[in-house]
């Protein structure tokens, strides 16, 4: 089957850095994206890796291993602002290459 | 440039209703997901179409739950006969078909929050 899974929570203080780590399996596998939603509204995109590596985007940084199957996410310098939910999602691949999502993760940022 | 847009916002059902959920997708996109999210949960695929095709539906209940997408006009995602476990929020998004090795962003509506009582 295909899966993506993702811590439930993390909590961290303003001003930290926080890893939010997700491994995969999927029957193909097109790259690996990030989405953060806020308090239940439109999930928007964060971040894209094709390629094995690092991508940085400002205080956003998102490293793949298509070796192992796993990326994660580092939110660096923490704001209040970033309290929200964190999803990695790839492209299935395959007949439909259909776009699926992580459990996602809850990060909260405490003062 | 509009983003993806769904409505209506909110929506209020009886049991055993029926449900029409719409969504435009950006301009220039030609593919549309649906997607299902109970509070505090993911978002849980439902169905992957383009304009007069249904790419994928292995995410879609095998009784009541419809999507179309056609040549003109929004996507439609159809609930008959709403049950109280419909309640959700369910998102659109759009993006363009997606090339091995290329980003095809997807980018989301504010979403439909149902509710039946």
């Known amino acids: 089957g295909q899966s993506l899974e993702q811590p439930s929570e993390v909590t961290a203080v303003e001003g930290a850095i926080v890893q939010i780590n997700c491994t995969y399996q999927?029957?193909?596998?097109?790259?690996l994206s990030w989405y953060q939603q806020h308090d239940g509204g439109a999930p928007t995109f964060l971040s894209y890796?094709?390629?094995?590596g690092l991508e940085e985007t400002g205080r956003f940084s998102s490293f793949l291993s298509r070796s192992d199957s796993y990326g994660y996410l580092l939110l660096q310098e923490l704001q209040m602002k970033d309290s929200a939910s964190y999803f990695c999602?790839?492209?299935?691949?395959?007949?439909?290459?259909?776009?699926?999502f992580g459990t996602g993760t809850l990060l909260a940022v405490q003062p | 440039n509009a983003g993806v847009m769904q409505n209506p916002r909110h929506l209020v059902r009886r049991r055993g209703q029926e449900a029409r959920l719409r969504c435009s997708p950006m301009k220039g996109h030609s593919h549309v997901y649906w997607y299902r999210q109970l509070p505090e949960e993911g978002l849980k695929f439902m169905v992957y179409l383009q304009k007069e095709n249904i790419i994928d539906e292995s995410g879609m209940p095998k009784e009541r739950f419809s999507a179309e997408f056609p040549k003109e006009g929004p996507s439609i995602l159809r609930i008959q006969q709403v049950v109280r476990g419909d309640s959700a929020a369910y998102f659109c998004?759009?993006?363009?078909?997606?090339?091995?090795?290329?980003?095809?962003?997807?980018?989301f509506g504010q979403g439909t929050r149902l509710t039946v009582v």
């Open positions: 999927t029957s193909g596998f097109y790259g």
């Open positions: 998004a759009s993006s363009r078909p997606a090339r091995q090795g290329l980003l095809a962003e997807a980018f």
């Open positions: 999602a790839v492209r299935s691949g395959g007949a439909t290459n259909k776009l699926i």
């Open positions: 890796n094709a390629l094995d």
